[in-house]
C-alpha cells in the first residue's frame, strides 16, 4: 500500500489534508512530469504521444463518439444520469492495495503523470464511464482542473470527503464543492470507525451536512454494519457505496480470523491474518442484506485490489445486486474493462435484487 497508507492518515485522526499536499509535494519534486509545466514529450512512446493527440482532441460530442458513450449502460443517482461503471481514483491518488508489494505505489506515481491521468479520464469518458470518484488532494497532486476547461471533459465528479473529525466535515466538504463536486459522500472509513467506536451517529451528522448543500449524498462503509445502522435509522440517502468481492482468492485469510477494525491496524506478516487483502468480510450476507435496499448501490473493492480477474469480480458484483460498480483502472485497462462490464450487466438481467437508479 505504500507510504500513503491507511494508518498513516489515522495516526492523527482527520489529518489527510496535511498528509495530501505532503504527497503531492514530494511526488512533484520527485518526477519533473508533474511539476508546473508538463510536456508531453514526457509519454515515453510516439503511439503514447498519438493518442495523447487524439484524446485531447476529441470531441465529446461527435457523433461517432456519442455513439460509443451510449454502449454504456447507465442509471440515476438523484438527478445524475452516471455510467455503471464509475472510475476510482486511488491509481491517482497512489492510494495502492498491494499486500506485500511495495514497490507498487513507486510504480503507479511514475506511470501515472498528469498527461496520463488526463488520458485517463477522456478514455473513461469516451467509453461512457462519465464519473469518477475524487478527493480534494487529487487536485493538488494534479492540475484536474484543466482536464475540465482545456480538454473539453464533461466527468462529473463525486467527493470523498476524508475526515473521522465530524466537526471538520462540514469545511472539508466545502473544499470539494468549490472545486465542482457534483455529488459528495461520508467516507468509509470514517463510517466504520465511528461505528466501531460506538458514535454512528457521526455518520448521520456528516449525511445531514451533504444533505444540507443540495448535492446527491451518500453513505460509504467496508463493512455492512454502518449501513445496516443508516437503514435502521431510515436516512434515505441518494445511494451507498459498500464494498463487496468474493473470497474466493488465493490471498483471502480464513474466515475465523477476520475482524472489523483489522484494516485500521498494523498490518500481520502472517498470511492466515489480514495484510492489506480483503475489503468485504462476508460477501453472501452483504448481498442479502441489499436486496431490499432500495438506495441506489455503488460496489466497490469489486476486484478485491486486483486479486480477482476483472471477468470474475464485474461479474459477481453485478449480478448480487450492485447497480454501479467502481473501478480504479489505468488507461490500457478501460477499454476491456467497459466491455466486460456492459456483457455481466446484460447477463445479470435476472438477478434477485431490482436495478436502482
Not at 454502449?71 to 455510467?83: S, V
Not at 451518500?218 to 463493512?223: D, I, L, N, P, T
Not at 490500457?332 to 435484487?353: L, M, Y
Request: positive net charge; glycine residues 8%.
Amino acid at each position: 500500500m505504500g507510504p500513503m497508507n491507511r494508518r498513516g492518515m489515522l495516526k492523527a485522526l482527520g489529518a489527510t489534508p496535511v498528509l495530501g499536499a505532503a504527497a503531492g509535494a514530494a511526488s512533484a519534486a520527485a518526477n519533473p512530469s508533474q511539476r508546473s509545466n508538463p510536456d508531453p514529450a514526457a509519454l515515453l512512446t510516439a503511439s503514447d504521444r498519438k493518442e495523447y493527440a487524439r484524446l485531447k482532441a476529441l470531441d465529446l460530442s461527435d457523433p461517432k463518439a456519442a455513439a460509443r458513450q451510449r454502449e454504456m449502460p447507465t442509471g440515476r443517482i438523484a438527478d445524475l444520469r452516471l455510467g455503471r461503471i464509475i472510475c476510482g481514483s486511488n491509481l491517482i491518488s497512489m492510494n495502492m492495495h498491494a499486500r506485500d508489494l511495495d514497490y507498487v505505489t513507486a510504480l503507479a506515481s511514475h506511470y501515472n503523470t498528469e498527461e496520463r491521468v488526463f488520458m485517463t479520464l477522456k478514455a473513461c469518458e469516451e467509453r461512457g464511464i462519465n464519473s469518477i470518484v475524487l478527493k480534494d488532494h487529487n487536485f493538488r497532486r494534479f492540475r484536474l482542473q484543466k482536464y475540465w476547461t482545456e480538454w473539453g471533459g464533461r466527468m462529473k465528479w463525486i467527493a470523498d470527503v476524508i475526515t473521522t473529525d465530524v466537526k471538520k466535515f462540514e469545511a472539508r466538504l466545502e473544499k470539494h464543492l468549490e472545486l465542482g463536486a457534483s455529488a459528495a459522500y461520508v467516507w468509509g472509513g470514517a463510517s466504520d470507525i465511528w461505528y466501531h467506536q460506538k458514535q454512528p451517529g457521526n455518520i448521520i451528522k456528516a449525511f445531514e451536512m451533504i444533505r444540507a448543500v443540495g448535492v446527491p449524498a451518500g453513505v460509504a462503509a467496508h463493512r455492512l454494519e454502518p449501513i445496516r445502522f443508516c437503514e435502521k435509522e431510515g436516512i434515505e440517502p441518494d445511494f451507498y457505496m459498500l464494498t463487496l468481492h468474493h473470497d474466493r482468492y488465493w490471498s483471502a485469510h480464513p474466515t475465523a480470523n477476520r475482524r472489523f477494525m483489522e484494516m485500521y491496524e498494523k498490518e500481520s506478516p502472517d498470511h492466515a491474518f489480514y495484510h492489506d487483502n480483503m475489503f468485504c468480510h462476508d460477501p453472501e450476507e452483504t448481498i442479502a442484506f441489499m436486496q431490499d435496499v432500495k438506495a441506489p448501490w455503488i460496489a466497490y473493492k469489486v476486484l478485491a485490489a486486483g486479486a480477482i480477474p476483472p471477468k470474475d469480480g464485474i461479474g459477481y458484483a453485478f449480478a448480487g445486486g450492485a447497480d454501479f460498480i467502481c473501478l480504479g483502472m489505468f488507461d490500457w485497462q478501460i477499454e476491456e474493462d467497459a466491455r466486460i462490464a456492459r456483457k455481466a450487466i446484460a447477463d445479470a438481467g435476472k438477478r434477485k435484487r431490482p436495478w436502482r437508479g
